[in-house]
């Protein structure tokens, strides 16, 4: 009766599992296929359902075992055999799926699937050393498409994957080696160095905050790992600080921004240069919302590495109109719109730019030259070598050569209109004698007005045709 009593109990286990098995809930199923293994270590069933459970959440390593057993109890059931080759398949033991899958075939040899799996064996043989010898010979290109194509018959082969992150390296790829490794560090128990490494490579991208959470990995590992500790304590500085920058730039407090970018310069120690283009791109946005001077220069670094980056034209351009740079500002935001045409910000940006730069076409000349309307000739031309000794291109000292040339100009259209009487005349009546779109479009000055008036009262009619 008591052996009745287990039986029952055992089978109960076993249906149960099954229905949760079916219905999805694989934590539950696991549950009762660990107590009718407890009840009964000689059911092969156990076993196997056990071992289809761990599969199907993606545990491979632990079904192994089960599979194991399950050959050891039943050495003729051809489904363990074909479940463990393919789990030998997907981790690249090629020799150890070959001989599972011969077997299957043996006893079972109209079994389709494994015959399919033991045609994929040599071409992934072929595959994975065609990439050694590329990678060996710096092909890493070409060594990257031989490993996607064998990993899509064993994703989980970690020496290849290894492999394919060190050829993403190699290339730049920074991002795609870091996901396999990850991989990697899924596959592998306890793999401080793993960890570690994914961490450097996130620091070395630009990315404290994942940088930061693969290190804590490590230390969860080995909480007296010593270089996961020191690389714990700058990254977490580097995180918190960068952080900062972040949280300022999304809630627009673009002063603040810049001020917590000073502050993260001065917090890193160990410098990298994806995290030089990410402050570079933060200190573009930031400095151009905020009227800074410098941000012309630093969205233009950005723009070297990334030419098309379309956030970092709009920055340069908003840089460029709170210089007075219309036309290039004109420039980035066209060179956004052709690539994409129904980009908003440079739609409104552009727009916004011409108005300007139309507002801007008369030139305040007095103002330029700093003097008052009822300057005499003298003063004015004080003022102007004041100035020009200033902004000459030969004298200019400071950083931004190309502004201190347009001031030049200015300066010296300034002081060619102001100083020639009639020049100062048509300038104070409304027009500016050096503007060319107003000779042409604007009626041609006082003396074309007093002339087309003295024909309309002689009952001449002209028409006038302008190139």
């Known amino acids: ?69 399950v050959i050891e109890l039943k050495p003729d059931f051809a489904t363990a055999y074909l479940q463990r080759g393919g ?105 401080t160095a793993g960890h570690l490494r994914v961490s450097h490579l996130f620091y070395r991208l630009g990315d404290p905050e994942q940088s930061l959470n693969e290190v804590r990995e490590c230390l969860k590992l080995d909480p007296d790992h010593k270089d996961c500790f020191k690389h714990y304590k700058q990254v977490k500085k580097v995180a918190k600080a960068f952080d900062a920058v972040v949280k300022s730039s999304e ?49 233009s670094r950005v723009l070297e590495a990334e030419p098309g980056n379309a956030d970092a034209l709009c920055n340069r351009a908003e840089a460029y109109k709170h210089q007075d740079m219309f036309n290039e500002a004109i ?36 103002q330029i030259l700093g003097v008052p309307r009822s300057a005499r000739k003298r003063e004015i031309l004080k003022a102007y070598r004041k100035l020009a000794a200033q902004y000459h291109p030969d004298h200019y000292k400071g950083n931004d050569k190309a502004s201190a040339q347009r001031k030049f100009i200015d300066i010296s259209d300034a002081k060619e209109v102001l100083t020639d009487e009639e020049k100062r005349k048509q300038y104070d009546s409304g027009h500016d004698p050096l503007d060319p779109e107003q000779q042409q479009g604007g009626g041609g000055g006082p003396g074309f007005q007093h002339f087309n008036q003295f024909f309309q009262g002689s009952g001449f009619q002209f028409r006038f045709h302008f190139n």
């Open 1 to 69: 009766s008591v052996l009745a009593s287990s039986q029952a109990e055992i089978d109960k286990h076993l249906e149960l599992g099954k229905k949760l098995l079916a219905a999805g809930q694989l934590a539950d199923a696991l549950s009762h296929y660990h107590a009718a293994i407890e009840l009964d270590p000689t059911n092969y069933q156990s076993y196997f359902r056990r071992a289809t459970v761990y599969m199907a959440i993606g545990k491979s390593k632990p079904a192994l075992p089960d599979l194991d057993k």
């Open 87 to 191: 789990i030998y398949l997907k981790t690249g033991q090629l020799s150890d799926a070959k001989a599972d899958l011969r077997r299957v075939l043996e006893l079972d040899p109209s079994n389709a699937e494994a015959a399919k799996q033991i045609e994929q064996l040599t071409p992934l043989a072929e595959f994975a050393e065609n990439a050694r010898n590329l990678a060996e010979n710096g092909q890493y290109t070409d060594a990257i498409d031989f490993l996607t194509r064998a990993l899509e018959i064993s994703p989980m082969d970690a020496d290849l994957r290894a492999l394919r992150a060190d050829a993403y390296e190699a290339i730049g790829e920074g991002f795609k080696a870091a996901s396999d490794l990850r991989a990697i560090n899924r596959l592998t128990t306890d793999n």
């Open 251 to 299: 809630e627009k407090q673009w002063d603040v921004c810049l001020q917590s970018l000073e502050k993260l310069t001065k917090t890193i120690k160990q410098k990298s240069a994806g995290l030089t283009r990410q402050m570079d791109s933060y200190q573009c946005m930031c400095g151009a919302k905020n009227g800074d001077s410098a941000a012309v220069d630093v969205c």
């Open 331 to 366: 420039a980035d935001y066209q060179k956004v719109l052709e690539t994409d045409k129904n980009n908003q910000r440079a739609k409104e940006g552009i727009a916004d730019a011409q108005k300007k730069l139309k507002s801007s076409r008369r030139r305040n000349y007095y």
